[in-house]
């Protein structure tokens, strides 16, 4: 250490070794430690387990040590009767989702930045993320009381404003459960999703408004200009993170407003690759035929999340 100093040129940065670098932050790699082990743990170990896609793995059998059948459980995935609409309608779901949930959080975000009273503001902000913290058990109870044929909130305000003249069963109809799913998950998740926007917009400097005011930019012209534009590295890296996961598309909410898929008129809206993994491979003992469909599924999402990184790097955005 000491010949590396005296070898150096004068004002050059003193060269360190990765070594080096790692002891002096020791502090900070020990902090670190519990994520990776858990990652391991719980990311890593379990990929082990992909190799039952193409083995013929029954109980008792030692993961990996089951005979190999290749792509045959692929093969009958892609040819089951089912999957064409299951395959729907897990798209046409996360793809509602992504054009309608994604953007409005940004949207929430930004207009209760314009809000002037910080108690108003504050208390919009607690009542918007409280659903978050309600599981998708009670909250289903809660939607099935409010949204109910018989003496339900909602029915029984548009029968007596006169809209409709017979109550809606909401969550018996096919065509309107789709509907019903993107509006109950903006419900639960749109203040907790707009947190991270609230925290990139707290940190833009002030100044940046007041030289915008002075140069007689208005109101839309200061959040398009300088909130929309500060907050575009958040924007994009969130996008690309929800385009990652865009297949999957909440098992738990869907189970329980089906009521663990009993509801046989809402199956061939409701049934996506989650649900069809659990109702085909898990509960009828089928494990390759679901760790096939799981792996069809992760490699999707996998092309998907690249797809995403590439479109953001031309707009000068990307995640990695």
Do not use: C
């Not at 009381?145 to 339900?152: C, E, K, R």
């Not at 109809?173 to 917009?201: C, H, P, Q, R």
């Amino acid at each position: 250490m000491t010949e590396q100093i005296m070898s150096r040129k004068p004002g050059a940065p003193l060269k360190r070794n990765h070594l080096q670098e790692f002891i002096g932050q020791m502090d900070l790699q020990i902090l670190v430690i519990p994520s990776i082990i858990h990652i391991i743990i719980f990311a890593y170990i379990p990929m082990y387990g992909i190799l039952m896609a193409f083995q013929e793995f029954q109980l008792g059998d030692f993961p990996g040590l089951s005979e190999w059948v290749g792509f045959k459980h692929f093969g009958l995935l892609f040819n089951a009767p089912d999957f064409t609409r299951v395959l729907r309608n897990t798209v046409v779901i996360s793809a509602l989702k992504l054009v309608i949930n994604f953007p409005i959080p940004i949207i929430f975000a930004i207009l209760l930045n314009e809000i002037q009273g910080k108690r108003f503001k504050r208390s919009v902000q607690t009542i918007s993320y409280l659903p978050h913290f309600i599981s998708w058990v009670v909250g289903a109870t809660l939607l099935f009381d409010f949204f109910a044929v018989d003496n339900g909130a909602v029915n029984s305000a548009l029968v007596g404003l006169g809209f409709i003249e017979r109550p809606i069963h909401f969550f018996g109809e096919g065509k309107l459960f789709w509907g019903m799913l993107v509006g109950t998950d903006l419900w639960k998740e749109v203040g907790w999703n707009s947190i991270i926007y609230i925290a990139a917009i707290t940190s833009i400097d002030a100044e940046m408004y007041e030289a915008a005011e002075i140069d007689g930019a208005g109101r839309f012209a200061k959040m398009w200009h300088i909130t929309v534009a500060t907050i575009r590295p958040t924007i994009v890296l969130l996008f690309i993170f929800t385009v990652g996961g865009l297949l999957n598309a909440n098992f738990d909410q869907i189970m329980l407003l089906t009521n663990q898929m009993q509801n046989a008129q809402l199956r061939s809206y409701a049934d996506v690759i989650d649900t069809y993994v659990y109702r085909v491979g898990i509960r009828d003992t089928r494990f390759s035929y679901a760790a096939a469909a799981g792996l069809f599924k992760s490699i999707i999402n996998f092309g998907l999340l690249l797809g995403a990184n590439k479109v953001a790097a031309k707009f000068g955005e990307e995640a990695f």
